[in-house]
């Protein structure tokens, strides 16, 4: 089993920063992808940003330039740092961390941070 746990959402004025953290414990397999979700309310839960344990990553064209994953494999812990935020960037967000072998990966989920961006 994975156990994902987040800290660092709040709230925040537009155009101000925040840095959420997530760490991983339990079984952790040395490759994995880990990464953040989030949902605003009435809406799909969508992809914000994704790294692999290699240190590709993937952003959400809408947070490209403005937001930036990175990760201490140490540590097992995942960051996601947001600057620029905007209104349109509240929601819950979700740690990720989808691993596994080849014929069965897993995805597990943490309890989600709720990040407030006032105009």
């Known amino acids: 089993q994975v156990q994902l746990v987040e800290s660092g959402g709040g709230l925040v004025q537009a155009g101000g920063s925040l840095r959420l953290s997530c760490a991983a414990s339990?079984?952790?397999?040395?490759?994995?992808?880990m990464g953040w979700y989030r949902q605003a309310p009435g809406k799909q839960r969508e992809l914000v940003a994704t790294?692999?344990?290699?240190?590709?990553?993937n952003l959400a064209d809408s947070v490209k330039g403005r937001f930036t994953i990175s990760r201490d494999n140490a540590k097992n812990t995942v960051y996601l740092q947001m600057n620029s935020l905007k209104p349109e960037d509240t929601a819950v967000y979700y740690c990720?961390?989808?691993?596994?072998?080849?014929?069965?990966?897993?995805?597990?989920w943490g309890q989600g941070t709720q990040v407030t961006v006032s105009s």
């Open positions: 339990g079984s952790i397999f040395s490759f994995n992808v």
């Open positions: 790294i692999t344990s290699g240190g590709t990553t």
């Open positions: 990720n961390i989808n691993q596994g072998p080849v014929w069965r990966r897993v995805d597990y």
